[in-house]
C-alpha cells in the first residue's frame, strides 16, 4: 500500500482523523516513541528523564544531560540550558517521538549543555494560545525547579529557547510572553528558530513553487492552521503572521531585550520565503538576527540527518558563546 500524498489528503499523511466531534483521532503507530534513557552506558553518552511539569494540563518535559556533567564532581561549571520544543503543526507529535529524542540528545551532547523538551496541549482540543501558555508555564516550573540536575548542572542566566516547526513559531512567542514577565533567576539569551512555522492567507512565491512538497506541503500546513488557531481567526492572525497586526511591534519589544534570534530555513522547505522575510523584517525592528538559510533542504531537514544536524550545532555552539552573560 503506498503512502498517502501530503498534498492530496494531508490528513492521511499526518496520521489524523477528524472526529464529528471536532477532535482528532491521532495514529499511534505513525511515529515510534521511546523511553527516556537515564543511566549512563558506554553507547549512551547523554543521560535522559520525564517530569510532571502539570498535573491538570497533563504536561511533562524529558530532560537531557550529558554524562560527562554527571561525572565531573570536582568542576561547578554549569552548563547553558536549552529549551526545546518540539514540532508537529500544533496538532500532532510527542516529546517522546524518536525523531526529536535522538535530536535533543545529540544537541545535548554536541552543545555540551542541558536539554528540557517541553510537552504542550495539541491542537484543535486546545486550541493557541494553549500551547503557548505551556510553554511559559515549563519555563516557571524550571524557574522554580527543585530538580537535581536543574540545580546543579543547569545555568539558569544563560538559556535559550529553541523549537522546530511549530515548537519555532512556539519558541518565539514563549519567548515574547516571557519578555513581559519577571522569570528571575531564569533569563533568556536568545531564540533559535529551526524552520519556523509561519503562515499567510496569501501564499508566498516559495509556496507557490514547492506546492508538490512532500514533506510539508502548503495544504498540509493549511490544515494545521485551521485546526490550531482561535476560532474563525484566518492565517493573517499575529499568531501565524508575524508580519501583520502587532507582530512588527512585538519584534522591537525582542529587539530591545538584546536577544540574539538565530533564523534557520531549508530552500526546500515552501516556508522558506516567510522565514527570510521575518528575519528582514526582525532587523529592520532592531532584532540581532543570525540567519541560518541552506540550499535544497526540505523542511526539518536536520532531524533526520545527524550530519545536517552536526553542521546546526556547530552554529548554534557559536551563537551561545557570542551571548554569553
Not at 516529546?95 to 510537552?119: E, G, Y
Not at 513581559?180 to 529551526?194: M, N, T, W
Not at 494545521?224 to 501583520?244: F, I, K, Q
Request: proline share 7%.
Amino acid at each position: 500500500m503506498s503512502e498517502p500524498s501530503p498534498v492530496s489528503d494531508p490528513y492521511a499523511h499526518m496520521g489524523i482523523v477528524k472526529n464529528p466531534d471536532g477532535s482528532l483521532t491521532r495514529d499511534p503507530t505513525r511515529f515510534p516513541r521511546v523511553p527516556a534513557t537515564p543511566d549512563p552506558s558506554p553507547v549512551n553518552t547523554v543521560v535522559s528523564k520525564d517530569i510532571t511539569v502539570n498535573h491538570s494540563n497533563s504536561t511533562w518535559m524529558r530532560l537531557y544531560v550529558p554524562v560527562t556533567a554527571l561525572n565531573d564532581s570536582v568542576s561547578s561549571k554549569k552548563l547553558p540550558l536549552v529549551v526545546y520544543y518540539h514540532g508537529g503543526g500544533f496538532v500532532i507529535c510527542s516529546v517522546d517521538f524518536k525523531l526529536f529524542h535522538d535530536f535533543c540528545s545529540r544537541m545535548a551532547r554536541d552543545l555540551n549543555a542541558v536539554v528540557a523538551s517541553p510537552s504542550y496541549r495539541l491542537a484543535p482540543e486546545h486550541r493557541l494560545p494553549a500551547a503557548y501558555d505551556d510553554g511559559v508555564d515549563a519555563l516557571e516550573w524550571i524557574r522554580n525547579s527543585d530538580d537535581e540536575w536543574i540545580k546543579s548542572h543547569a545555568d539558569l542566566s544563560n538559556v535559550f529557547l529553541m523549537g522546530t516547526s511549530a515548537g519555532g513559531n512556539l519558541a518565539y512567542n514563549v519567548g515574547l510572553r516571557s519578555a513581559l514577565a519577571d522569570l528571575s533567576p531564569l533569563r533568556i539569551c536568545g531564540l533559535v528558530l529551526h524552520h519556523p512555522f509561519f503562515g499567510g492567507e496569501e501564499r508566498c512565491e516559495s509556496e507557490i513553487r514547492l506546492a508538490n512538497d512532500q514533506v510539508f506541503p502548503p495544504t498540509a500546513g493549511d490544515v494545521c492552521w485551521e485546526l490550531c488557531l482561535p476560532v474563525g481567526a484566518n492565517r493573517d492572525h499575529e499568531y501565524s503572521n508575524l508580519t501583520v497586526g502587532d507582530g512588527p511591534v512585538n519584534m522591537e519589544i525582542i529587539g530591545r531585550l538584546g536577544w540574539k534570534v538565530m533564523v534557520n530555513g531549508g530552500g526546500g522547505d515552501p516556508m522558506i520565503d516567510r522565514q527570510r522575510d521575518v528575519a528582514k523584517l526582525m532587523k529592520e525592528k532592531g532584532v540581532d538576527v543570525v540567519e541560518r538559510f541552506t540550499d535544497g533542504d526540505v523542511h526539518g531537514a536536520e532531524l533526520r540527518d545527524p550530519t545536517k544536524s552536526e553542521t546546526l550545532f556547530a552554529s548554534i555552539r557559536n551563537l551561545i558563546s557570542s551571548s554569553a552573560p
